[in-house]
Structures are given as C-alpha cells and as structure tokens.
C-alpha cells in the first residue's frame, strides 16, 4: 500500500481558497488518487479523484504533480461547512482502503 | 435507493456480551468494508470483502468476525465485548476499477463497551 503524508491541520477563513496537500511518493503507477472527507459526526464522503491530469468537480479539484508524489486538494471558496477531516488515498482496484490521518480543516468566519 | 445503511446506530454492551452490527448495501457493490473510529482519530480498517462469500483482514481484525453471505449485507460480530471496542464503527462499500472506483459510507453505529 502507498504512503501518504498530510499536515496534521490547516486554518483558513470563510471566502478564501485552501490548498491540502498530500505527499504519496510511493504510489504505483496505476493508482488513482483520492480525496474523501469527513464532517463532524458523519462518516467520510468522496471528494473527488484522479490519475494524471488534474481534476475539477462542483466540490473542488485535485492537482496533481507530473511525478504524481504529490498531489493538492484545492477548495476555491471556502466555506464553514467545508470543515471537515479530509484524507487523501491512493488507490489501485484491488485495495484494501487504508485511510491516514488526515488534515484536520478549520474554517473561520 | 438507501445506499449503505446500518443497524443499529446505537448500543451499549457489557464486558464479555456478543453482538452483531448489520451493513446493507443496496447499489450491487462487490466490494464492503468494516472501519472503527476512536475518538480523534482516524478510521482504521477492521475487516472486508470483495465479493459474495469472501472475506479479508484489515489493519485491526483481532476480536472481530465478519460474514459476507449475501452480496448486499455484511455482518460484523464482537464475539466478548471489551471495553477497548468501544468506538463508532463505520461500513462502506465500493464500486471499484478505475476512473468510477467510488466508496461509499454508512451513517456508523456508536457502541460503548462498560
């Protein structure tokens, strides 16, 4: 299973774009990289994913880097209900889904 | 269509009792998931199954069973309660492959183990 690195928490304030980072320096060539998050109290929910080329949905996008060691998780506009734990994982078909620790978003008003 | 869903949501158990947490799945996913979340932690994988019948270890399998008899259901059993299984347990199951490999969560059962 790939490693992956994310900062323990990050801060922003309500309106202002969040950039989570994740280092997965040993990821396989074939995995995909995902991003889920979990709100107070609830369990986690998809964000979004993506192999090579960067990503965008209605949610947020996902940066990746040419090497894919490492990837960003953007939010454009944050918002109070976008505090949550956010994971990033990379995963092949065949996975067991291990979840890290995550980053611990904070949103201010 | 309920997605994933689990029973019961709430439970309180005595050192050494058994019970059973119920995940249902409605979405025809091969592959299910049991997590358990301490608090202010992360989730941690308990034990799961990528099919019917099937069934694998996860990073923390000790003092747990699982059963995957029907595709739609998966069964986690706490044979002896301890007070350390106390946390909330969470399934998920998983359209995997690809550029849809999707997981998805249910609500979590809270136990408390006294």
């Known amino acids: 299973d790939a490693k992956t690195t994310q900062p323990n928490s990050m801060e922003s304030n309500e309106e202002e774009p969040v950039h989570l980072p994740c280092n997965h320096s040993t990821i396989s060539g074939t995995d995909y990289i995902h991003w889920y998050r979990q709100l107070p109290s609830q369990g986690p929910e998809y964000v979004i994913h993506g192999l090579t080329s960067n990503v965008n949905n209605r949610m947020a996008s996902l940066a990746i880097a040419e090497d894919r060691k490492s990837s960003t998780l953007i939010l454009h506009r944050a918002t109070l209900r976008d505090a949550a734990v956010y994971y990033c994982i990379p995963i092949s078909s065949t996975d067991k889904l291990i979840f890290g620790t995550g980053t611990r978003l904070q949103v201010f008003p | ?114």
């Open chain 2, 1 to 114: 269509n309920a997605g994933v869903t689990q029973t019961p949501k709430f439970r309180v158990l005595k050192t050494g009792q058994s019970m059973t947490l119920l995940c249902a799945q409605d979405m025809n996913h091969e592959y299910m998931y049991w997590y358990r979340q301490d608090p202010g932690m992360g989730l941690r994988l308990i034990h799961y199954s990528v099919g019917e019948g099937t069934t694998a270890k996860g990073e923390v399998p000790d003092g747990y069973n699982v059963s995957r008899l029907k595709k739609q259901n998966f069964l986690l059993g706490l044979e002896s309660a301890a007070p350390s299984q106390t946390s909330v347990y969470f399934c998920a199951s998983r359209l995997a492959g690809g550029s849809t490999d999707t997981q998805y969560f249910g609500p979590g059962t809270r136990l408390t183990v006294l």
